[in-house]
């Protein structure tokens, strides 16, 4: 997911109800929500066609008030599919609640946190990682579950650049290594009676 996938769902994309693009330009702001650490943890399930994050996203103009409950469907490739928040304005499938969990799903990606994090629970065998935030108004969590079906890819792409680029430049090394002369094998005692002869005679 990267920008333009955010930009095309809240302005160009089509609402489920009316059809007509929904051109929600002001929830592009939502931004600054996730900056300021608004949203909540990000939970999200694999179906078979998408990803479905869920998130609370707090009250942009009363903080004290209950979070809002946003949710978010996106394909594998990025393209969001649906959206849904229970504020006034989420009704319409997009609000500024809406966008601030596309933009943290968007710095995850960006950031590499979504790959690093999963090949590292692959390692520890670990269920899932707690990617901690702070900000001055809050600390907050951002959970990511262990997806085996992405470590298995990723595991099968980095095996294959392995044995395509790695493996054959480390054996390369290691023959040339093993044909260079050895330096304990210099005839020094040849050198030592060259430098004698051009010493200048003990006064």
């Not at 066609?49 to 594998?76: D, G, I, L, M, Y």
């Not at 690093?116 to 707690?130: G, I, N, P, S």
């Not at 900000?135 to 095996?159: C, E, N, W, Y």
Request: net charge neutral.
């Amino acid at each position: 997911m990267d920008y333009s996938d955010i930009y095309h769902y809240l302005v160009e994309s089509p609402s489920l109800y009316t059809s007509e693009t929904m051109k929600n330009k002001r929830s592009l702001e939502a931004h600054k929500f996730f900056v300021s650490g608004w949203v909540q943890a990000v939970l999200h399930i694999k179906t078979d066609k998408c990803f479905v994050f869920k998130s609370s996203v707090k009250p942009s103009w009363r903080v004290t008030n209950k979070p809002h409950n946003t949710w978010v469907a996106v394909e594998n490739s990025g393209k969001v599919r649906a959206a849904h928040c229970d504020c006034m304005a989420g009704l319409g499938e997009s609000c500024s609640h809406v966008g601030a969990v596309l933009y943290k799903l968007e710095a995850s990606v960006r950031l590499g946190i979504t790959t690093t994090v999963q090949l590292q629970m692959f390692v520890c065998a670990a269920q899932y990682a707690d990617f901690v935030t702070w900000t001055p108004q809050q600390t907050t969590i951002f959970r990511i579950l262990k997806d085996d079906a992405f470590i298995h890819g990723m595991v099968d792409v980095i095996s294959r650049f392995w044995a395509k680029h790695i493996h054959p430049r480390l054996m390369t090394t290691m023959l040339q290594s093993e044909t260079e002369p050895d330096s304990e094998g210099v005839d020094h005692q040849g050198c030592e009676s060259d430098l004698s002869a051009h010493q200048s005679p003990a006064l």
